[in-house]
């Protein structure tokens, strides 16, 4: 077989064809979300997540996961924190498809969240973790196409590892071949994204989430705020007169 033939048989060589094929998604629940992806976030693949951690990016991805549950495990791996059981169940997820993974070092990471994305039986396997290499990357995407099966890549600061692992020191400049690149920022009442790169898209400019129909009950106003706001406002009615 020719050689470049067989390159493209491996899926290690992009063409600008592939980039047309439609891309199956999945509703995300948040209205300007799937609008502007054109329905809703990938249903394969490998999305990236640029957040600081704490702001509410993982709960973007709730209504996603309690769609994949259905299609096998979810998987997290290396968290930040403690997984809320309680809160999962309040969100119709079962415990039974959750599977958590701790390791004490980046390389059994990056090689568990292979052998999840490689197995079969995983829907989506949620990391925690350092940039990855581009090899690393077309692994994992070669896996989530191969068994339909997604990642979601919560990136973070970069951590000491093994020179094996990381291809340069300027990776987290490399363009991947991922799915979906995404940038988060926190807001009052939810969070502002901005799509960085997209298979079969282009980049978006940043828009907003509103979190308020989904997680209503993150915003209740401050009863205390609101009683001393009218209390300084009849002080001054009362000055007045």
């Given amino acids: 077989m020719d050689p470049l033939e067989q390159l493209k048989n491996q899926n290690l060589i992009w063409q600008g064809l592939q980039s047309q094929r439609k891309i199956s998604r999945i509703a995300s629940q948040y209205p300007e979300l799937d609008e502007k992806l054109q329905g809703g976030l990938p249903e ?29 495990l979810i998987v997290f791996v290396n968290p930040p924190n403690a997984l809320n ?4 169940v309040q969100q119709n997820i079962d415990l039974q498809n959750i599977l958590i993974v701790k390791h004490k070092d980046v390389k059994s990471d990056l090689w568990c969240v292979e052998q999840c994305l490689k197995s079969g039986c995983c829907a989506t396997v949620c990391y925690w973790g350092s940039n990855i290499s581009q090899a690393q990357a077309r692994r994992y995407m070669l896996a989530t196409e191969s068994q339909n099966t997604s990642l979601l890549l919560f990136a973070q600061e970069m951590r000491s590892v093994d020179l094996a692992i990381i291809d340069s020191p300027q990776i987290s400049t490399i363009s991947l071949p991922i799915t979906l690149k995404i940038n988060l920022t926190p807001s009052k009442s939810g969070l502002w994204l901005q799509v960085i790169k997209q298979k079969g898209g282009q980049a978006l400019t940043k828009f907003h989430i509103d979190y308020l129909n989904v997680w209503a009950d993150l915003y209740i106003p401050n009863t205390n705020q609101t009683l001393i706001a009218e209390k300084v406002a009849l002080q001054q009615r009362q000055q007045l007169h």
Avoid at 85 to 88: D, G, K, M, P, R
Wanted: aromatic share 12%.
């Fill in 85 to 88: 059981a309680e809160f999962f």
């Fill in 44 to 72: 394969q693949g490998v999305i990236q997540i640029d957040s600081v951690t704490g702001i509410g990016e993982l709960r973007l991805f709730i209504p996603y996961l309690k769609h994949k549950q259905n299609l096998g």
